[in-house]
């Protein structure tokens, strides 16, 4: 299994909502990210985990929160969300760049709308 | 700091056409990462390429070549007689040692017209 899964590809939730967003991956990889991504532009780095603990926070709004339950399986709980919000969210992993010839696998990404 | 520049906004070809997409990066490691990643309209990053900044060696993959060039700072990314299904966004991106934040370029779209 070599891909980053995410759920849901596509989601609409109102200001007072709460979500979440699932990642899942089953390489073996031991960092994870969320990666927010707005129209024509680069995605830009949000959270990451390492070993299952988070090692960077981007200074997001604490709307966003990131949660790691296993080194598997990666969350993004979404809370009172502004309609700026509104983006493509990428989850991704790597395994450290000294091992193997790749680096970092893309999910397909959550296409999020606030209304 | 990092940073990954790509000057061509947009690349507009005619089918079976050469393009080269430019990268130019900073970084002030010494053993860095290089990447081109292509995401189509469906929004996925898909990987293309990784180049360790101690290996030198052009590459080429079918349709596909790289040119890395560490005196310059870049890495080109040529793709050979080009088709419709090429067209998307191309994003050259840099990854230091520890690999825990992966700095991307602006993005180049690419349009294959038939």
């Known amino acids: 299994d070599t891909e980053v899964t995410q759920t849901p590809k596509h989601l609409v939730m109102g200001m007072t909502n709460k979500k979440s967003l699932k990642c899942e991956q089953h390489m073996g990889h031991r960092a994870m990210y969320w990666y927010k991504q707005k129209a024509k532009k680069p995605p830009e780095l949000m959270f990451v985990y390492s070993y299952e603990k988070l090692s960077i926070n981007e200074s997001v709004p604490s709307r966003f929160s990131p949660e790691c339950p296993n080194s598997s399986l990666l969350n993004l709980h979404l809370h009172a969300l502004q309609p700026e919000d509104s983006a493509l969210y990428l989850c991704?992993?790597?395994?450290?760049?000294?091992?193997?010839?790749?680096?970092?696998?893309f999910g397909s990404g959550t296409r999020l709308t606030v209304v | 700091a990092q940073k990954v520049t790509q000057a061509q906004t947009e690349i507009s070809v005619v089918e079976k056409e050469d393009v080269t997409l430019d990268c130019v990066y900073e970084?002030?490691?010494?053993?860095?990462?290089l990447f081109w990643y292509k995401q189509p309209p469906s929004g996925e990053l898909v990987f293309l390429i990784r180049r360790n900044s101690f290996d030198e060696q052009n590459e080429i993959s079918g349709r596909y070549s790289w040119n890395f060039q560490k005196s310059t700072s870049s890495f080109n990314f040529t793709i050979t007689a080009s088709q419709v299904v090429d067209s998307a966004v191309y994003f050259c991106?840099?990854?230091?040692?520890?690999?825990?934040?992966?700095?991307f370029g602006e993005g180049t779209q690419l349009t294959v017209n038939p």
């Open positions: 970084t002030r490691d010494t053993t860095y990462y």
């Open positions: 991704a992993s790597s395994q450290p760049l000294d091992r193997g010839r790749y680096g970092y696998t």
């Open positions: 991106a840099l990854s230091g040692l520890s690999g825990s934040r992966l700095t």
